[in-house]
């Protein structure tokens, strides 16, 4: 096989857009006139209500765990990416928010929102353990702040339009996360939530990849997976009878890109309704509407029609569990012979989490996998080296992928030091974009390139 294998790339593949089924959608709400005269103007703060209250019904299916969510929870936006840059110019300033804690390795295209938003020098990283967060060292750097003394920048965002500002943020991927695959336990979801109400931060969590998931034996069924991990504003809304404040501590964000398409530009945020209804009226929506309008009409008519729901199961994670099993084959054979290993920490089990490994005779559900990527360390001979391999595979074997070095949190010199002595040593791999046979292709090539850099690195 030639040509050029992106293994980098987390994208789903074309091969999967439901292109039929939004055609069916946007026709159904442009073949209606009052539908037509919904869709087609600025559109409310929140967003396409009939939306707001699809999402709310599906994320009850998915999370409500006998509760149900109600609508007014839910503001729509155009993608993670863009609704983290509003949480930013709503909730924080530079001269009040001390720090932005973002988990190591990080998602570094996070770094630049961060940074627009004044941020730049004040982002600092916490490390991951196998239970997906150094809680320790994150209870340390927020006791420290607290005794921070130094004087501050004067708070700019004053007056009741910005009524409520945090302190910190903190910035996590808990399932599935981007890019070491790690889930988060519930015993750590549980204390990162009471850590940031005790300090005043808001816990912003991307929750991309939650529903894309399958059994990490490849004989399992999928009836055999427990719940879907709760989002921590999920433990949030729940834990110790609830929110400390009408506030709350932690937003979800949620999109539609990893799951219809990424041009679909239709996502949406989850907190406390005062939480919501202030991020609605952020001053760009407020002048324009919603960001995403018209597009949130034609993905309403999927999840009310069941249609996204039915292409997931059917289609989406099919496609991706193949392609899961596939990788990890090709792995397998081809890179842990080389000193390569797997690292993904810890799997979820909520049981055991919940009752210390006494299931009251139930049994743990099986172990999941999911999400678009998967973490690869590097042969000893090879740490420090991923950047060099990665330019050369992409000029001697057109293979690309991402390298634990550019993961660091931008600007935190730490982060840097910790990732020349353990996360730098990684690759990640993704299996959204290409087929079964172009992943192990893909892995063969890296294998390859690997086994010279091996060689060459010997005395």
């Given at each position: 096989?030639?040509?050029?294998?992106?293994?980098?790339?987390g994208?789903?593949?074309?091969?999967?857009?439901?292109?039929?089924?939004?055609?069916?959608?946007a026709?159904?709400?442009?073949?209606?006139?009052?539908?037509?005269?919904?869709?087609?103007?600025?559109g409310?703060?929140?967003?396409?209500?009939?939306?707001?209250?699809?999402?709310?019904?599906?994320?009850?299916?998915?999370?409500?765990?006998?509760?149900?969510?109600?609508?007014?929870?839910?503001?729509?936006?155009?993608?993670?990416?863009?609704?983290?840059d509003?949480?930013?110019?709503?909730?924080?300033?530079?001269?009040?928010?001390?720090?932005i804690?973002?988990?190591?390795?990080?998602?570094?295209?996070?770094?630049?929102?961060?940074?627009?938003?004044?941020?730049?020098?004040?982002?600092?990283?916490?490390?991951?353990?196998?239970?997906?967060?150094?809680?320790?060292?994150?209870?340390?750097?927020?006791?420290?702040?607290?005794?921070?003394?130094?004087?501050?920048?004067?708070?700019?965002?004053?007056?009741?339009?910005?009524?409520?500002?945090?302190?910190?943020?903190?910035?996590?991927?808990?399932?599935?996360?981007?890019?070491?695959?790690?889930?988060?336990?519930?015993?750590?979801?549980?204390?990162?939530?009471?850590?940031?109400?005790?300090?005043?931060?808001?816990?912003?969590?991307?929750?991309?990849?939650?529903?894309?998931?399958?059994?990490?034996?490849?004989?399992?069924?999928?009836?055999?997976?427990?719940?879907v991990?709760?989002?921590?504003?999920?433990?949030?809304r729940?834990?110790?009878?609830g929110?400390?404040?009408?506030?709350?501590?932690?937003?979800?964000?949620?999109?539609?890109?990893?799951?219809?398409?990424?041009?679909?530009r239709?996502?949406?945020?989850e907190?406390?309704?005062?939480?919501?209804?202030?991020?609605?009226?952020?001053?760009?929506?407020?002048?324009?509407?919603?960001?995403?309008?018209?597009?949130?009409?034609?993905?309403?008519?999927?999840?009310?029609?069941?249609?996204?729901?039915?292409?997931?199961?059917?289609?989406?994670?099919?496609?991706?569990?193949?392609?899961?099993?596939?990788?990890?084959?090709?792995?397998?054979?081809y890179?842990?012979?080389?000193?390569?290993?797997?690292?993904?920490?810890?799997?979820?089990?909520?049981?055991?989490?919940?009752?210390?490994?006494?299931?009251?005779?139930?049994?743990?559900?099986?172990?999941?996998?999911?999400?678009?990527?998967?973490?690869?360390?590097?042969?000893?001979?090879?740490?420090?080296?991923?950047?060099?391999?990665?330019?050369?595979?992409?000029?001697?074997?057109?293979?690309?992928?991402?390298?634990?070095?550019?993961m660091?949190?931008?600007?935190?010199?730490?982060?840097?030091?910790?990732?020349?002595?353990g996360?730098?040593?990684?690759?990640?791999?993704?299996?959204?974009?290409?087929?079964?046979?172009?992943?192990?292709?893909?892995?063969?090539?890296?294998?390859?390139?690997?086994?010279?850099?091996?060689?060459?690195?010997?005395?």
């Amino acid at each position: 096989m030639t040509g050029h294998i992106n293994l980098q790339l987390g994208w789903p593949s074309p091969s999967l857009f439901p292109a039929s089924q939004l055609l069916e959608g946007a026709s159904n709400v442009l073949t209606s006139p009052k539908k037509t005269a919904s869709s087609l103007i600025y559109g409310p703060d929140a967003g396409y209500e009939p939306l707001r209250r699809s999402i709310a019904k599906w994320l009850t299916s998915v999370y409500g765990r006998g509760s149900e969510l109600s609508f007014d929870r839910i503001c729509v936006n155009n993608g993670a990416s863009g609704n983290l840059d509003n949480v930013l110019a709503r909730f924080t300033d530079p001269g009040y928010t001390r720090t932005i804690w973002m988990v190591e390795p990080c998602y570094f295209l996070a770094c630049p929102i961060f940074m627009d938003n004044g941020f730049q020098g004040m982002m600092k990283g916490v490390p991951e353990d196998d239970e997906g967060l150094d809680i320790e060292y994150l209870r340390r750097g927020l006791e420290e702040s607290s005794k921070d003394t130094t004087p501050h920048n004067s708070t700019r965002k004053t007056g009741d339009r910005y009524k409520k500002l945090y302190r910190h943020i903190i910035y996590c991927v808990p399932t599935f996360s981007n890019p070491s695959a790690k889930t988060m336990s519930l015993r750590r979801r549980q204390e990162l939530i009471r850590l940031a109400r005790q300090y005043d931060a808001l816990v912003v969590t991307d929750d991309v990849y939650d529903v894309l998931r399958w059994p990490a034996e490849k004989d399992a069924s999928p009836d055999q997976l427990g719940d879907v991990p709760p989002r921590l504003v999920d433990v949030d809304r729940t834990l110790d009878g609830g929110p400390k404040d009408e506030w709350g501590n932690a937003m979800s964000n949620g999109s539609f890109s990893k799951i219809i398409a990424p041009g679909v530009r239709v996502g949406w945020a989850e907190g406390t309704p005062a939480f919501s209804l202030a991020l609605s009226t952020v001053g760009a929506t407020r002048s324009g509407g919603c960001p995403s309008h018209m597009t949130a009409s034609f993905v309403h008519e999927l999840l009310e029609t069941g249609s996204l729901q039915k292409h997931l199961k059917e289609n989406v994670i099919p496609t991706f569990r193949a392609r899961y099993y596939a990788i990890l084959k090709a792995i397998d054979e081809y890179l842990v012979p080389l000193g390569m290993q797997i690292s993904t920490g810890k799997p979820y089990h909520e049981l055991s989490d919940q009752t210390n490994g006494n299931s009251n005779g139930h049994h743990d559900p099986v172990e999941q996998a999911g999400g678009y990527f998967i973490w690869i360390l590097l042969p000893t001979a090879l740490a420090g080296k991923g950047a060099a391999l990665a330019a050369k595979g992409l000029k001697d074997y057109d293979l690309k992928f991402a390298y634990g070095d550019m993961m660091q949190v931008q600007g935190e010199p730490a982060s840097a030091e910790r990732a020349s002595k353990g996360y730098g040593h990684g690759i990640r791999l993704s299996w959204a974009w290409h087929t079964e046979q172009e992943i192990v292709e893909g892995v063969q090539r890296l294998a390859t390139l690997v086994k010279e850099a091996i060689n060459e690195a010997q005395p």
